[in-house]
């Protein structure tokens, strides 16, 4: 199980790990390490995502891909946008606060998936 931090607004340049579920049996694994990209309100983060499929379908071990992810925080209204870019296929997903952050990704020419989204501090 995961040891979850949601802070309201993260130190500044602190890192930010980022840990996610999505599809609609969780079978895919997201995670990446952001840092504050310096743009302004709402604040961005930005860095490294990699995503594995940890469906029980798997035959030849875990599928994984890696790519980039961009995200903004609007604490005051609990919610977070990211922009996911992975195999060259962008991907916007929109997300509000209830333990964690859940919502859906949409990603160009495909049908929108469900995604849980958790942020932790980095240590």
Known sequence: MFALMLPAV?????????????????????TATVTEDGSATPKGYSGP???KHVGLCTQDGPEEKSGRIRIQ?????????????????????????SGFYTGTMDCSGRERVPLK???KESK
């Open 49 to 51: 995502l990699s995503i």
């Open 117 to 119: 989204l958790w942020i």
């Open 10 to 30: 993260p130190a500044a340049a602190d890192p930010m790990q980022l840990v996610g579920y999505s599809g609609y049996l969780g079978e895919w694994e997201l």
């Open 73 to 97: 925080m609007m604490p005051s209204e609990s919610r977070i946008e990211a922009t996911l870019w992975v195999d060259g296929i962008e991907c916007r997903y929109r997300g509000v606060l």
